[in-house]
T-cell receptor, first 116, second 109 residues
Framework: DTEVTQTPKHLVMGMTNKKSLKCEQHMGHRAMYWYKQKAKKPPELMFVYSYEKLSINESVPSRFSPECPNSSLLNLHLHALQPEDSALYLC???????????????FGEGSRLTVL | DAKTTQPPSMDCAEGRAANLPCNHSTISGNEYVYWYRQIHSQGPQYIIHGLKNNETNEMASLIITEDRKSSTLILPHATLRDTAVYYCIVRGYGNKLVFGAGTILRVKS
C-alpha cells in the first residue's frame, strides 16, 4: 500500500464552524506533513511531525491545529477560519531515519476547503 | 535551503524528449536536487533526486552539472499525460521540502 488517503475530498464550512481534515498512511512512515496550496500557487509547508511529535510549525495561525494521534494518522483541526483560508490542503508522509533525515514524500490527493 | 530558478512554462511535442532546466547556483555540498510534478487537481508526485551523479529511473533522468549549480530533468518520450507543473527543489538534511514556482510543461500532439 503506497497511498496517502485524505478525507474529506471537499469541505465547505462557515467561519464559526469547527471541522477536521484527516490523513492516513500505512507505509510505516514516521514523518507526516501538512501543506496548503492556493490556486495557481505552489504548495506551502505548514507543519511537520516526526515520530508523532511536532517538529516544524511554519508560523501557522492557531486557528489551524494539527494532531498526530499515532504513526498512521494525521489530523488538521479547523476553527474560526477566514474565507482566505480556502485552499487545497495536502497531506504527505515520508520515511524517516534515526538521524531525522527523510526520503521522498508521498502526497495524498488533498482536501479542498471552502470557507464561506 | 538553496533557492531554485525555473522557466515559468515550456512546450514539448508528444513523443519527443522534454528537457526541463533548473538553476540552483547557491546549492551547498550536502544538499540534494529533487524533482516533483503535480498534475492538475492531484497531489505532487515524486520523480527523481540526486546529489552529484546523474540519475535515471523508470520515469526520468536527472543530469546535474559538475559544479552542481544547475540540473536538467529529462522525460525521454513525453506523452500528453506528462502535462503538469514540474518543481525543482533543493533540499538539505532534515525534513523540510519547500516548493518554488515550478515550470508548467505542456505536451502537445
Amino acid at each position: 500500500d503506497t497511498e496517502v488517503t485524505q478525507t474529506p475530498k471537499h469541505l465547505v464550512m462557515g467561519m464559526t464552524n469547527k471541522k477536521s481534515l484527516k490523513c492516513e498512511q500505512h507505509m510505516g512512515h514516521r514523518a507526516m506533513y501538512w501543506y496548503k496550496q492556493k490556486a495557481k500557487k505552489p504548495p506551502e509547508l505548514m507543519f511537520v511531525y516526526s515520530y508523532e511529535k511536532l517538529s516544524i510549525n511554519e508560523s501557522v495561525p492557531s486557528r489551524f491545529s494539527p494532531e498526530c494521534p499515532n504513526s498512521s494518522l494525521l489530523n488538521l483541526h479547523l476553527h474560526a477560519l477566514q474565507p482566505e483560508d480556502s485552499a487545497l490542503y495536502l497531506c504527505a508522509s515520508s520515511p524517516l531515519d534515526l538521524g531525522l533525515n527523510t526520503g521522498e514524500l508521498f502526497f495524498g490527493e488533498g482536501s479542498r476547503l471552502t470557507v464561506l | 535551503d538553496a533557492k531554485t530558478t525555473q522557466p515559468p512554462s515550456m512546450d514539448c511535442a508528444e513523443g519527443r524528449a522534454a528537457n526541463l532546466p533548473c538553476n540552483h547556483s547557491t546549492i551547498s555540498g550536502n544538499e540534494y536536487v529533487y524533482w516533483y510534478r503535480q498534475i492538475h487537481s492531484q497531489g505532487p508526485q515524486y520523480i527523481i533526486h540526486g546529489l552529484k551523479n546523474n540519475e535515471t529511473n523508470e520515469m526520468a533522468s536527472l543530469i546535474i552539472t559538475e559544479d552542481r549549480k544547475s540540473s536538467t530533468l529529462i522525460l525521454p518520450h513525453a506523452t500528453l499525460r506528462d502535462t503538469a507543473v514540474y518543481y525543482c527543489i533543493v533540499r538539505g538534511y532534515g525534513n523540510k521540502l519547500v516548493f518554488g514556482a515550478g515550470t508548467i510543461l505542456r505536451v502537445k500532439s
